[in-house]
């Protein structure tokens, strides 16, 4: 079965600071692969995916960046991080069946000072 | 207009209620209409799917598809505390994926 190893699990950094999470996928190859944002009491907003190696499709530009240096591995990034930046991130890999259902990581919890 | 609209409650009920959470949609090529079940602070997992038109059941659990009305709804009978969390649905079958904002359910004892 497919599994997101995602981390680090909990993490403050004061405003400013630059910001890395990794995510890696395990039980499959050349899944697309996924970054949401869940902000306190709300839905997940879709970031980033990237359907392979070195190509990513922005859903939200501002100071977040994603890369995908191997098919099993999916990073996200900011050089400068914002208070707004706060919020869980969640890392999702796509199933490649026809209803294309998404498996999640157990996510980052991450507040901005 | 987002793709997929849903109450974020949150809803409260008693044990052994019936619940109906909802969502609409806008896309009418969607065929397949996904439920995730979110536990606090934890990932997402999938709860089951529907395609097209029509029910599906899954134990406790009907998901049911009106494509006329663009309109998907999750029933869960006999709720249970354990059924507390935050549903999402998400239209299935294509790369780029997006949700509702979620309902967050209770279920009190």
């Known amino acids: 079965s497919q599994t997101i190893h995602q981390w680090p699990a909990t993490l403050v950094q004061p405003v400013g600071s630059p910001l890395s999470l990794e995510c890696t996928v395990e039980?499959?190859?050349?899944?697309?692969l996924y970054w949401y944002r869940q902000a306190a009491g709300r839905g997940l907003q879709l970031l980033f995916y990237?359907?392979?190696?070195?190509?990513i499709s922005s859903e939200v530009p501002q100071n977040l960046s994603a890369s995908r240096p191997q098919d099993r591995q999916f990073i996200l990034s900011s050089k400068k991080l914002l208070l707004s930046d706060s919020g869980f991130y969640l890392c999702?890999?796509?199933?490649?069946?026809?209803?294309?259902?998404?498996?999640f990581g157990e996510g980052s919890r991450l507040t901005v000072l | 207009q987002k793709e997929v609209e849903q109450d974020p409650g949150p809803l409260s009920v008693p044990e052994g209620a019936i619940v109906s959470l909802n969502c609409t949609y806008s896309n009418s090529a969607f065929q397949y209409f996904m439920w995730y079940r979110q536990y606090s602070r934890k990932g997402p997992e999938l709860l089951m799917y529907t395609y097209s038109s029509g029910n599906k059941e899954d134990g406790r659990f009907t998901a049911q598809v009106d494509k006329s009305s663009k309109y998907i709804s999750l029933f869960i009978r006999d709720s249970q505390p354990s059924d507390s969390a935050t549903y999402l649905c998400?239209?299935?079958?294509?790369?780029?994926?997006?949700f509702g904002t979620g309902t967050k359910l209770q279920v009190i004892p």
């Open positions: 039980g499959t190859s050349n899944p697309n």
């Open positions: 990237s359907v392979g190696i070195g190509q």
């Open positions: 998400a239209p299935g079958g294509y790369q780029k994926v997006t």
């Open positions: 999702a890999g796509r199933q490649y069946t026809n209803t294309g259902e998404l498996f």
